[in-house]
C-alpha cells in the first residue's frame, strides 16, 4: 500500500519514472509481503495505478497491457470501484 500511496504521489509530482519504478513489484516471482491475499489485493489497483503512469510517459502499448491486466483482476468491483473499471475500458 505504501508503494501504491507514494507512487500516486510522484506522478502528481512530476517524476512519473519513479513512480513507475515503484510499482514494479508486481512482477516479481515472489510478493513482498508473506501473506499472499496482500498481494492479490493490491495487484489490481496497482496494475490501474501503472498505465495511469504509463500514459503520463507515453509508453501506449505497456500502458493497453496494464489496462487490460486490471479488467482481468477485478471482476466484481463494488460500486465505488465502477468508475475505475470505466475508465480503463474507455481508454482500451
Not at 506522478?11 to 515503484?22: F, H, V, Y
Not at 495511469?52 to 491486466?69: H, N, T
Request: proline letters at 7%; a neutral charge.
Amino acid at each position: 500500500m505504501h508503494r501504491l500511496a507514494a507512487a500516486r504521489w510522484l506522478a502528481d509530482s512530476g517524476d512519473p519514472e519513479q513512480a513507475a519504478r515503484l510499482l514494479r513489484w508486481v512482477d516479481a516471482p515472489q510478493l513482498l509481503h508473506e501473506g499472499t491475499v496482500y498481494g492479490i489485493m493490491l495487484s489490481g489497483p496497482t496494475y490501474l495505478e501503472r498505465a495511469r503512469v504509463e500514459r503520463l510517459m507515453g509508453r501506449s502499448p505497456q500502458e493497453v497491457e496494464d489496462y487490460r491486466e486490471f479488467l482481468r483482476r477485478v471482476d466484481r468491483p463494488t460500486p465505488r470501484y465502477r468508475a475505475h473499471l470505466d475508465e480503463a475500458r474507455e481508454a482500451l
